[in-house]
């Protein structure tokens, strides 16, 4: 079958990809933008992908069109897919009808922790010889790829709660039809999407709706929007798990050895010691993903013994706190953070690894929710653990940062441009410093740029 996608270069759409080429089938597909490493990658896997939307793409007719949620109406290819009434789907509907359909589907939902917790749990079923399926919005370090399409029947999918599809308005995730449903956390997101948290609630509650009586549920149990989602309605057995000892958490840990970052913790289960976790990640939030990881692994067949064992060799997630490089005692690091919540666990982990030294946090306010100003009430109090803030602030932002700014003082600077951000970061930044970048996308390139930057000072 010829499988052609628009939009193929994003995260999820190159995913699908992988995926349909693993099953057989023979990938095209077309993007704006194209260039590594998502053209390399699908380059080697003997993807040919077109630039731009145009309608002759459609010459001569795929046998399926797989339309990503960055298509619209208008778009002359659109308007040719419809005009000639050719077969086409959704990425999330072509998933669900190709591979899910007979898989077991362990789906991670939630506003954060999706990506690490989605690579933790495909990790721990890989450990114990599963050999699982997966699509996760990042990239393991552990398999150096997003997606596969692995052995039945285990698959594991990171979940989005952003829309499908120009036709299709649900929330992706209601169409993996999970057997294991992960529930990270609930907060307002995608502004861009949905009126108020209220409407995220419904969506969630739908995704609750489908999965089987004989599935299970873990769910954060400190989440008081999660508890008002399952109020709702839940025909499932349900887990929850939290940092502390709640009365609705099952699952529980407890930093030992006098370790305050949360490398190494004790997994609990209604209070009883199952077994010490000593790993590479630091945070609370990642304490969190892991016990979440270790249940709905549990609930594939995988004992905790073994899911311990597993998260001391996880080696981690590009983007998700990692080290991109040091000069002169100068550390920066690249992490995935946007959303308020995320940045301070994020800057409070990174704290409590390195204790007084000084934290300079460096945020591009990328995603649409960002770009709109829902935020700016809550962005300072989230980066209060740092010692210096710059906050990335192009003319086209949408609001107002001065507030932002005012709010944190002396330790708050703002810059309009990339390459003048790396010049004054450069100058700025001192041996010992741990230059924190936060953004959802590629930052104009900041951390190379300012890795140059440093090398070029340290010569001089």
């Known amino acids: 079958m010829h499988v052609h996608i628009l939009g193929i270069c994003g995260t999820f759409m190159g995913g699908i990809a992988a995926i349909a080429r693993a099953a057989g089938h023979r990938v095209t597909g077309s993007d704006r933008n194209v260039y590594p490493p998502m053209s390399t990658q699908l380059a080697a896997l003997g993807v040919e992908v077109i630039e731009g939307f145009d309608a002759a793409q459609l010459e001569p007719a795929p046998d399926i069109v797989v339309v990503g949620n960055v298509m619209t109406r208008g778009q002359p290819v659109i308007e040719e897919l419809l005009e000639r009434g050719l077969p086409y789907v959704s990425g999330p509907e072509w998933l669900s009808r190709a591979v899910l359909h007979d898989r077991w589907v362990l789906a991670v939902a939630g506003t954060h922790g999706k990506t690490t917790t989605s690579s933790l749990v495909a990790w721990i079923l890989e450990h114990a010889g599963l050999a699982p399926g997966f699509l996760i919005g990042g990239v393991p370090a552990n398999f150096e790829l997003s997606a596969r399409l692995g052995r039945a029947p285990f698959f594991v999918i990171e979940a989005d709660e952003y829309d499908t599809a120009f036709f299709d308005k649900r929330a992706k995730f209601v169409h993996y039809r999970p057997r294991t449903l992960i529930l990270n956390n609930l907060e307002y997101d995608h502004a861009d999407i949905y009126p108020d948290v209220a409407s995220i609630q419904r969506q969630f509650h739908h995704l609750v709706r489908i999965v089987p009586g004989g599935g299970r549920i873990v769910w954060n149990a400190a989440d008081a929007r999660l508890r008002e989602t399952l109020a709702m309605g839940c025909w ?202 936060m953004s959802n996308g590629g930052f104009g390139g900041l951390h190379g740029k300012l890795l140059t930057a440093l090398q070029a000072t340290q010569r001089a």
């Open 236 to 437: 499932t057995p349900c887990e929850g798990f939290a940092r502390d000892d709640t009365q609705e958490a099952q699952w529980s840990a407890m930093p030992v050895g006098g370790v305050d970052d949360f490398s190494r913790f004790e997994v609990l289960e209604g209070g009883r010691a199952l077994g010490i976790v000593t790993w590479s990640l630091i945070g609370a939030h990642n304490m969190e993903n892991a016990l979440a990881a270790i249940a709905a692994a549990r609930h594939a067949g995988v004992a905790v013994e073994q899911a311990i064992q597993a998260l001391e060799s996880f080696q981690g997630i590009a983007r998700r706190m990692q080290l991109r490089g040091e000069v002169n005692g100068i550390r920066v690091y690249d992490d995935f953070a946007h959303h308020p919540t995320a940045i301070a666990t994020t800057v409070d982990g990174l704290r409590r690894r390195v204790g007084r030294a000084r934290i300079v946090a460096v945020l591009e306010p990328r995603s649409n929710t960002m770009r709109m100003g829902v935020h700016q009430d809550t962005l300072a109090p989230s980066l209060s653990d740092a010692d210096e803030v710059w906050l990335y602030t192009p003319p086209d932002l949408g609001w107002d940062a001065s507030s932002v700014i005012a709010s944190l003082g002396r330790r708050g600077h703002t810059s309009p441009d990339v390459d003048a951000l790396a010049r004054e970061l450069a100058n700025a930044v001192r041996p010992g410093d741990h230059v924190l970048i």
